[in-house]
T-cell receptor, first 115, second 109 residues
Framework: ETGVTQTPRHLVMGMTNKKSLKCEQHLGHNAMYWYKQSAKKPLELMFVYSLEERVENNSVPSRFSPECPNSSHLFLHLHTLQPEDSALYLC??????????????FGQGTRLTVV | GEDVEQSLFLSVREGDSSVINCTYTDSSSTYLYWYKQEPGAGLQLLTYIFSNMDMKQDQRLTVLLNKKDKHLSLRIADTQTGDSAIYFCAENEGNDMRFGAGTRLTVKP
């Protein structure tokens, strides 16, 4: 138990569906992240939020839309996804943005399958 | 390249030493990390090294850093079946924490 909780754990969705992934942390951390984990590829950083403001958007397609309503919650809204978007989506948080020593705490991930 | 690079697979026998290698990209990274991912779980920090160090030892774990070659390694002594997992190398690059693809370590009895 790392203190970062993701729901749902598994999600199967059609290409025309709209769904949302949820991440919650009560560690008092200021930074939150979405990563995509695909087999045999580096962990792909998607979005970074610091104090509820987006600080990074690494050329992620617009069919992925993040939302950070407060410092404890992070969402990833999904719509009109493609089969190649099937992956494990990991949420993480850290006390502050990386710049010096930073430990990232990860959730267990949401296994997304797009059919 | 711009990715943090690791070999994808490593298989060792129980009791042997495991060495997992990583090549990172940003020479200005102040800290480098090793994370462990067990089946069905997220990543957890295993150990880290400050960039002005060459070596760090923590019980069965030894981290070696070669800044000139941007090479990081993790040695696990007396590897146990419970060490079977995916090991990720990571560096901090600006506002990002960048990870490799992970090395899947399999420990055979």
């Amino acid at each position: 138990e790392t203190g970062v909780t993701q729901t749902p754990r598994h999600l199967v969705m059609g290409m025309t569906n709209k769904k949302s992934l949820k991440c919650e942390q009560h560690l008092g951390h200021n930074a939150m992240y979405w990563y995509k984990q695909s087999a045999k590829k580096p962990l792909e950083l998607m979005f970074v939020y610091s104090l509820e403001e987006r600080v990074e958007n690494n050329s992620v397609p617009s069919r992925f839309s993040p939302e950070c309503p407060n410092s404890s919650h992070l969402f990833l809204h999904l719509h009109t996804l493609q089969p190649e978007d099937s992956a494990l989506y990991l949420c993480a948080s850290s006390q502050d943005l990386p710049g010096t020593y930073t430990e990232a705490f990860f959730g267990q991930g949401t296994r997304l399958t797009v059919v | 390249g711009e990715d943090v690079e690791q070999s994808l697979f490593l298989s060792v026998r129980e009791g042997d030493s495991s060495v997992i290698n990583c090549t990172y990209t940003d020479s200005s990274s102040t800290y480098l990390y090793w994370y462990k991912q067990e089946p069905g779980a997220g990543l957890q920090l295993l150990t880290y090294i400050f960039s002005n160090m060459d070596m760090k030892q923590d019980q069965r774990l030894t981290v070696l850093l070669n800044k000139k070659d941007k090479h990081l390694s993790l040695r696990i002594a007396d590897t146990q079946t419970g060490d079977s997992a995916i090991y990720f190398c990571a560096e901090n690059e600006g506002n990002d924490m960048r990870f490799g693809a992970g090395t899947r370590l399999t420990v055979k009895p």
